[in-house]
């Protein structure tokens, strides 16, 4: 089987593993699943009423988490590969949790992209153990690790003041 192909994944699998394909953009594949979902976000939250959107984000990450682990499970085996670089669906579950619960303003935006995006590549203990975890396990839960990470120091910047609100 060639490289960074999904091989015989359930088409299904194959879409939401590589959030529609974004995971097959170079360079850096990750960057652009971080990056969509950023954007994706930003448009939601001028559709979802400001008071439903902790809400929404919350719904959506359960989401993404569960449908993300099996279809990750699925494309990796068919890439007989551990951790397929095109698979970017764990991306956008930390991406979205590091925004949680942060207004949604360029500034707050830009720094939740940076600061998740240096913790899924630097991975501080325990999130590079999380990726020993099985399958799809540790491919989607490392990359919430590090969004958790980065929501904790977005809350500790917004509540002293250093993001404006």
Known sequence: MKAGSAGKAPLWASLTATLFGIGYLRPGPGTWGS???VLC?????????AHIQLWAALA???F??????????????????????????????GQLIAL?????????VLAGFILF?????????????LERLPEGSGIVCDDVAAGLY????MQLLLHFGLLPR
């Open 150 to 153: 980065t929501l904790a120091i």
């Open 117 to 129: 995006r240096g913790f899924d590549i630097v991975k501080p203990p325990p999130v590079r153990q």
């Open 60 to 62: 959506m990450v359960l």
């Open 35 to 37: 990056a969509a979902t």
């Open 41 to 49: 976000w930003w448009a939601l939250t001028h559709v979802i009423p």
């Open 100 to 108: 949680i619960a942060a207004p949604v303003t360029w500034k707050t």
């Open 64 to 93: 993404i988490v569960l449908i993300g682990i099996p279809a990750a499970t699925q494309v990796s085996r068919a890439s007989a590969s551990k951790d397929p670089q095109f698979v970017v669906i764990d991306e956008a579950a």
